[in-house]
């Protein structure tokens, strides 16, 4: 049973729009909650974090939205740029013990 | 600047041959985690620890294994491999207390 879920497996945006990634949990005990952005042949590379204890952080262009009623969280990417294409995976921990659990991950493409 | 390596990057090797891939952190950091990506599933947790002397078992522990001896290392050894472990595997890090894990660039692993 999936505990993280990431519905959308590719996502096609044109350079200078919104992104926004979705990301749906079901293990109530996740409080703390991550995004990474992995280009091929490379690792996983952390982009933003929000703990349960928030609603929205923010950091230069990336904003993740937490709404733990709906156990769901999102990113958000303004303005998209080319170099934003990559896979993002969603990634969610519970009070840092046993190590994450990620979503698969959407393909996220800035057309120009 | 603090990094986390892995070697091999690339690995072949056949059905029922031992495999141990290094993971190496610069960073101090007290706990260490193996991952492995499969299409379809996102990153799955192998094993971690949590200090000198301390191993856990994962979601996908099951034919391997892992020893901390000092803080900078986390080998992964694959007993007997096997085709169901071709696999990209890779390592993180975290500090005691943090929660943000990261990731080093991937060992590329086939099992023939």
């Known amino acids: 049973d999936q505990q993280v879920k990431q519905n959308s497996p590719s996502l096609s945006v044109q350079e200078g729009r919104i992104s926004i990634l979705n990301c749906d949990y079901t293990?109530?005990?996740?409080?703390?909650f991550l995004w990474y952005k992995k280009y091929p042949a490379e690792g996983p590379t952390f982009l933003i974090s929000?703990?349960?204890?928030?609603d929205k952080n923010e950091d230069g262009r990336f904003t993740v939205f937490l709404n733990k009623s709906a156990k769901h969280l999102s990113l958000h990417i303004v303005p998209s740029q080319p170099g934003d294409s990559a896979v993002y995976f969603c990634?969610?921990?519970?009070?840092?013990?046993?190590?994450?659990?990620f979503g698969k991950g959407t393909h996220l493409i800035i057309q120009p | 600047d603090a990094e986390i390596t892995q070697s091999p990057r690339h690995k072949i090797t056949e059905t029922g041959r031992q495999v141990t891939l290094a993971c190496h952190q610069t960073?101090?950091?007290?706990?260490m985690f193996w991952y492995r990506q499969d299409l379809g599933h996102g990153l799955r947790l192998i094993h971690y620890?949590?200090?000198?002397?301390?191993?856990n078992k994962g979601e996908v522990s099951d034919g391997y294994s892992v020893s901390r001896s000092n803080t900078e290392d986390l080998p992964l050894t694959l007993e007997s491999a096997a085709s169901s472990q071709t696999s990209v595997y890779f390592c993180?890090?975290?500090?005691?207390?943090?929660?943000?894990?990261?990731f080093g660039p991937g060992t590329r692993l086939t099992v023939l």
């Open positions: 993180a890090s975290s500090d005691r207390g943090r929660d943000t894990q990261y």
């Open positions: 293990n109530s005990m996740f409080d703390y």
């Open positions: 929000i703990s349960s204890i928030k």
């Open positions: 990634a969610a921990l519970v009070g840092g013990a046993d190590g994450l659990t």
């Open positions: 960073w101090n950091h007290n706990n």
């Open positions: 620890s949590y200090g000198v002397q301390d191993t």
